[in-house]
């Protein structure tokens, strides 16, 4: 398992996609899966980024694994904000009219729909969100 | 990213290069507040945009609202991952996409 901690701000998604790509390069990942990460990276991140810690600086530590079989990327997501369960949040009605659209819910839906499986857990002070996604 | 611009009267289109994410996406919709008024046609072109997260997601709906009232507009040259984006969030049916 590999992992970086970084300060919970917008400029470092670059440096958590940079950090992940690395490690997906090293396993030939396909070039469409690899897009679909920096997506569910930029949406989980940014959300941290702008709701765990108010007005604080935060950190947030990503963790990366892989497994063979069947074979997958395993992402946790660790950091010591408000408790918030991102799968709580309600899915998009996608069938709306721009009209009647909001924006809510579309980047966790976005990210449940590019990993396999998704689970959330608050413990000892933290939220921990751990995501799969088959290779 | 990069935005790159060619306007043409009440026609703008906007070709962005690179990505469409948290980072980026303020740039896009500064550049709309400044140039979205009294535009009749406005074009996205994605030739070169490698791929879109909500908060551009966000950004597209919005201009989509306010050219609902004062024209048209148009998102051309998606490539497949972002052909999915909209597709999964249901924005194929909101864009006008060609």
């Not at chain 1, 991140?45 to 069947?70: L, M, R």
């Not at chain 1, 924006?103 to 857990?121: P, Q």
């Not at chain 2, 026609?11 to 507040?33: A, F």
Request: proline content about 3%; some cysteine.
């Amino acid at each position: 398992m590999k992992e970086i901690t970084i300060d919970a701000l917008i400029e470092n998604i670059n440096t958590v996609t940079a950090f992940v790509d690395d490690l997906l390069d090293e396993i030939d990942c396909p070039m469409k899966s690899k897009i679909q990460i920096h997506i569910v990276i930029d949406e989980i991140f940014g959300n941290i980024c702008h709701y765990a810690y108010k007005d604080s600086v935060g950190t947030v530590t990503v963790s990366v694994e892989f497994q063979n079989t069947p074979k997958a990327i395993c992402l946790t997501f660790t950091d010591n904000g408000i408790p918030y369960n991102p799968l709580e949040t309600e899915d998009p009605d996608i069938t709306l009219s721009s009209e009647e659209r909001n924006i809510g819910g579309l980047g966790i839906y976005l990210v449940k729909r590019n990993m396999d499986e998704i689970k959330y857990e608050y413990i000892n002070k933290q939220n921990r969100l751990w995501m799969e996604k088959k290779l | 990213m990069i935005i790159n611009k060619k306007s043409e009267g009440t026609k703008l289109e906007i070709l962005l290069e690179g990505r469409l994410d948290t980072t980026t996406s303020p740039m896009l919709e500064t550049e709309l507040k400044q140039s979205i008024d009294g535009l009749t046609e406005l074009i996205f072109n994605f030739e070169k945009l490698e791929y879109i997260s909500s908060a551009g997601l966000r950004i597209l709906l919005a201009a989509q609202k306010i050219m609902n009232k004062q024209g048209s507009m148009v998102v051309k040259n998606v490539n497949e991952i972002i052909a999915e984006v909209f597709e999964v969030t249901g924005f194929s049916d909101i864009l006008t996409i060609e």
